[in-house]
């Protein structure tokens, strides 16, 4: 049984996602362990709470400083017997720590196809807004595990979605959620569950 702990800061639909594929047996051998947020507004946590898992609020408003915030993150993880660390939505740096700890078991999803509109700065609307403004045709979302850099790790999954000529950045954000994220975020967990994905020379090797 693979146990994940998903780390949120927002609305939780990636959540959702994972929440619903594991009832449905989409995804296989998989048990949310916990669920951690940095903010303790984020809808994401009454998704949890409704679906009877471990909901926990790690703010670095509670702590001195950055430092303690990163370890009680870390032992918020480890405490859970994590055996890969989901990234839905969340809004923190991870720091290096946790990084080398967990290394090749963090995953993340980026809502556009990288190396496209990803990077420092390129977040939630933010990349949508970009895509439009830069008039691309396609865009979509990758679902990667992370390393040290910003949205560098090797690639496990991308889905391309149609940009369409009267979208905003709201409605573009939804489409890409719904026809892409909500789909390889549940798949690449179950891949990870079954051990048939591996990273190989910095790419990953799906079997
Ligand atoms: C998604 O667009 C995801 O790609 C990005 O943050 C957003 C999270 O949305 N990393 P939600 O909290 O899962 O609804």
Redesign the pocket.
Known sequence: MLRITVL?S??????QAIIDAIRAGIIHDTQIARVISNNPKAY?MERAKEAGIEAMCISPKSYDDREKFHDALLKGIDDADTDLVVL??FMVVLPPKLIKKYAGRIIN???SLIPSFCGQGY??LRVHEAVLARGVKVTG?TVHFVDEGTDTGPIIFQQAVEVKQDDTPETL?RRV?EEA?WKIMPRAIDMIAQGRVKIKDGRVILS
Do not use: R, S
Request: charge should be negative.
């Open positions: 949120v927002g609305g939780g639909t990636n959540l994401a839905a939505g999803i980026h809502p977040y939630g979302a954000q959620m994220e």
